[in-house]
């Protein structure tokens, strides 16, 4: 059994727990939650991202410390220009935010999956909580990007909950080649999205798929140690760590859970965007023959 399907069984017990803990446990309160799932994914699930640099490596063949400038300059540029989306433009942002996040985790399941169900399910973890838990996505998007945006979004994700839910199950009964493994995965993300809090879902998806099953594929794609893959790691998880505590600083006059959101998830856009145009040209040449298999 290959390593990407044992992670993939890891999963669907860990998110069958977590839903069932969900639907019989009480809540913790909102502001011990965020900071919870704030350092899950900053332990757990950041980490994924600070491997660009291997895959930067081999896409643009850098070799240099002047290459590696340019690189890393491009990258925070990059980032930038999202923060400013979020700062001037904030309805836009989170727009485009949902959308990238969609089309980035639809990469996430094996290649027997085919394109519609991928996308199906790369927007379940973002639109299916709003079949349940409209109040409280409508909340934390208030804190991220305030009542206007807000507003404005929130309509119209809530009116494609359903339609979403049934057009994820009518793609997977259309699909001719049927993998027990693949399907037990989507359902795991589907019963997750639907039932559990829409943070505790997230960290669960963001975490223990999306984030695992992207470490395996670039050890695989990189064909490194361990070790190696860690310390490539270092730098960048350091450079989030200080730009984390810049942003806190810099946000000290605002609610405390608010300033958790914001930091968390204004992070995560400004990572993701220059993330995907490194790891998309990877995943779109399917990773390396049979390395999504």
Not at 218 to 245: D, F, Q, T
Request: hydrophobic letters at 55%; a positive charge; proline letters at 4%.
């Amino acid at each position: 059994m290959s390593t990407i399907r044992i992670q993939g069984i890891i999963f669907i017990i860990i998110a069958a727990l977590v839903t069932a803990c969900c639907l019989t446990l009480d809540r913790l309160p909102l502001q011990l939650e965020l900071i919870i799932v704030s350092t899950l994914i900053l332990l757990l699930g950041v980490p994924h991202g600070a491997l660009d640099t291997i895959f930067a490596s081999k896409l643009y063949n850098i070799n240099s410390l002047v290459g590696w400038i340019k690189f890393t300059v491009s990258y925070l540029l990059i980032g930038s220009i999202i923060i400013s989306l979020w700062f001037y433009v904030p309805s836009i942002f989170l727009l485009g935010f949902l959308i990238i996040s969609v089309l980035h985790f639809s990469g996430d399941p094996t290649s027997d999956v085919k394109w519609l169900s991928r996308l199906f399910y790369g927007g379940s973890i973002i639109i299916l909580p709003f079949i349940y838990h409209k109040t409280e996505i409508s909340r934390l998007f208030e804190m991220l990007v305030g009542i206007k945006a807000t507003q404005s979004l929130v309509p119209g994700l809530q009116f494609i909950a359903w339609p979403w839910l049934l057009g994820l199950f009518a793609s997977l009964l259309i699909q001719k080649e049927k993998k027990t493994a693949s399907y037990l995965e989507i359902l795991a993300v589907t019963l997750l999205s639907v039932y559990a809090p829409p943070l505790i879902a997230f960290v669960v998806f963001f975490c223990c798929m999306h984030s695992a099953r992207h470490i395996i594929r670039a050890i695989e794609y990189s064909n490194k140690s361990h070790l190696y893959l860690l310390g490539a790691s270092l730098i960048p998880m350091l450079g989030v760590l200080v730009c984390s505590l810049l942003a806190w600083l810099l946000l000290k006059n605002t609610r405390l859970d608010t300033r958790i959101v914001q930091i968390v998830f204004v992070g995560l856009a400004s990572l993701t965007v220059p993330h995907m145009l490194i790891v998309e040209q990877v995943r779109l040449k399917d990773w390396r023959k049979g390395l999504s298999n």
